[in-house]
């Protein structure tokens, strides 16, 4: 638990009555961000306030105010915390010229909608007690450290959607999750990232709070200290994009990188591709209203679209954020790029063969992008005890795992938590996700219990209609105009047939031999009178991932199952004699 977010949390204990629980976070989160904000600027407010009196072009003054500073954001008010309560009467207008004269760059308060709180404030005679409180709480830079303030702001937006009751998934995903996610994304890349001055772009369409973006950073900075890194974000939530962008201005990183917006109908970096891209996005989520958007770019970009492989589901948008990735990883012929994103289980298997979804497993596979999936354990998440998976991409993969696919079982690798956080109640201590990279890294001499690599023609099927004639009153095929059977449809049926069918290995190209020599076997000899529609044959791709990990386990012995039964039949009999009696 953080400290220092406990402790900020705690001054909305002055809100109770005017404000309810849930609305706490409209207040604790701006003026902490305000808060931190003020820290960082205090050392130079002199010199931006005599630069801001000397250059009025707002261009220019940004420049010489990073030139005198170092930072790529200035306030030019005549207030800060350190006198803003000396006008008793005018601390809310006071407050607003403060937060109105910060650089264009910081329009977190706007999108917090902060104005208006201010008032609500006073009006509620709040303001004075509430910024004074926020006075007293020192968050320099050499007090509190970036991670620390990361800490402390994740404590206070999960108090604030637990206030909510909100789902706290759409707005962060766990820190232990990011950070095998993030060793995972840099695992093939490790000795890339140690060169010196390496400049990495980082990109993520779901941005949240921020953490995703944060972590990586860190990773990379804890491997290769000179590393620089330039983080791209879009977020379409107003308050957590107002944190993420505040956070990032106070690590001192471009704020323009941080987009708000909808990233599948306003893709805030059209055009752009990165090394390394990442996502949480939200599982389930129905996008029938951006359906037409979508739709109409889908047609209208034509096959190198980002949604060109196909649309999912109008009721779970996950795939959509899959295939954005895709388009967004810098191009093999550029260096190529990897990403990494998180998912419940339907994008592995929903939807039948050249449906959306099986059409774009097709394509993924196809072209060789999908390099592993790492199956996480169950009560991981804030908001959901479902088991969640990790996909990694990889448009240049490394030689060794050229056309295969590595599926990691990491379920049984977790830590029970002292103290649940909503649904979590498990989490993936350092050791955790060191085993789970350590299978990735062995890749074909993994433990199998564990891990399993495939062809990817192994998750390669057709879908064969199986049709049987009608018959008349003699028993005979109905047979029609063209000499015929005519088809009985009550007795229509569909078959699945694996690429791999009878150890095949000519993946789609064995079509005819392989569907065929399934009917001779397993069709055939049952139902002599069917056939194969061929017009109907549907090729699919899915991936039964718990499928390749199932082990038998054998059912109790009956013996073993009577002897309980009799101890509870005897039971319910005492019992009922005690009522008789």
Known sequence: MSTLGSFIWSIADQLRGPYRPNQYGNVVLPLTILRRLDCILEPDRETVRELAAKYENPTRLKVEVKKATGRPFYNTSNYSFANLLDDADGLADNLVDYIDRFSSDVDVFEYFDFKKEILALEKAGLLREVVTSFKAVDLHPDVVSNAD???????????FNEAANETSGDHFTPRDAIRLLVDLLFAEKDADLNEADIVRTLYDPTAGTGGMLALAEEYLLAHNPDARLSLFGQEYNPQSYAICKSDLLAKGHDATNIAFGNTLTDDAFAGRQFDFCMSNPPYGVD??????????????????????PGL????????????????????????GGRAGIVMNGSPL????????????????????????????????????????????????????????VQLIDGTSFWTKMRKSLGAKNRELSEADRAEVVK???????????????????????WTITIERPQLDKNSDPVIDSKGKPKPNTKKRDTENVAFTYDGSTAGAAGK?????????????????DAWIDWAKVRTGYEIPFTRHFYKYVAPRPLTEIDADLEKQVAKILDLLREVEQ
């Open 149 to 159: 303030m990361g800490d402390a702001f994740e404590y206070i937006i999960r108090k």
């Open 312 to 335: 999912p589901s109008t009721s779970d948008g996950q795939m959509l954020f899959l295939l954005h990735l895709v388009h967004k990883m810098r191009a093999p012929e550029d260096g």
């Open 439 to 461: 299978l990735y890294a062995d890749f074909a001499d993994a433990n199998p219990d564990y891990s399993k690599v495939l062809r990817n023609d192994e998750f390669g099927y």
């Open 512 to 528: 005819h031999e392989v569907i065929q020599t399934y009917f001779n076997a397993e069709v055939k000899p049952h139902v002599p």
């Open 287 to 308: 996008w029938k209203q951006y359906a037409k958007a979508v739709t109409k770019e889908r047609d209208e970009a034509g096959p190198y679209g980002r949604f060109a």
């Open 349 to 404: 298997f929903n939807g039948a063969a050249e449906t959306g979804p099986s059409n774009i497993r097709k394509w993924l596979l196809e072209n060789d992008l999908v390099d592993a999936i790492v199956a996480l354990p169950t009560n991981m998440f804030f908001n959901t005890g479902i088991t969640t998976y990790i996909w990694i991409l990889d448009n240049t993969k490394h030689p060794d795992r050229k056309g295969l």
